[in-house]
């Protein structure tokens, strides 16, 4: 068991929107929605607030748990509208298709070594986004956790997003 694991805490935490936020900022690679961008942009604010700039250091291995209970729903209802009316999907829609697409990219622009794991449930969406990331935590597969919590009204327009940094230690 890793000991910093034991105890974890929040270490840095963020909000999209806090005041005077408008849309999160376009993702490159990533279209027709706000998903993506509004997860990125959380999860920028919240690690900013532990790290400052990029990269995280080297020596923390942070896992990032993204999770939401319908993901991605605009680009999947553009998907299944294409494909009903006989269109084709543009090539960036197979990319974005899974979560993973933009926990990934949270990873990489911030150089963290850890695992990526993306839920859906249908029960406490925050509960259970902690537990997996305390399991990482405990189980010694990574030294923090960053989770994105993320949800989308039925008609596409972003709800919010909440982005947590788990860890031992104290925060900043």
Do not use: K
Request: hydrophobic fraction near 45%.
């Amino acid at each position: 068991m890793n000991a910093q694991a034991a105890t974890p805490g929040v270490l840095a935490e963020a909000r999209w929107p806090e005041p005077g936020d408008g849309a999160p900022p376009p993702l490159p690679g990533f279209v027709h929605s706000t998903f993506h961008p509004l997860a990125a942009a959380v999860a920028e604010r919240c690690l900013t607030r532990r790290y400052g700039e990029r990269p995280a250091p080297p020596q923390v291995r942070c896992a990032v748990v993204l999770a939401s209970v319908a993901g991605d729903r605009p680009s999947a209802e553009h998907v299944r509208a294409t494909v009903d009316a006989g269109g084709r999907i543009g090539p960036l829609f197979f990319f974005q298709s899974v979560s993973n697409s933009v926990a990934g990219h949270i990873a990489a622009r911030w150089g963290l070594h850890g695992p990526v794991v993306c839920l859906s449930t249908t029960e406490d969406l925050r509960a259970d986004a902690t537990a997996a990331a305390e399991l990482l935590l405990y189980d010694g597969d990574a030294d923090e956790a960053l989770l994105v919590l993320i949800e989308q009204a039925s008609d596409g327009t972003p709800t919010g997003a909440v982005a947590m940094l788990m860890g031992g230690g104290t925060g900043s």
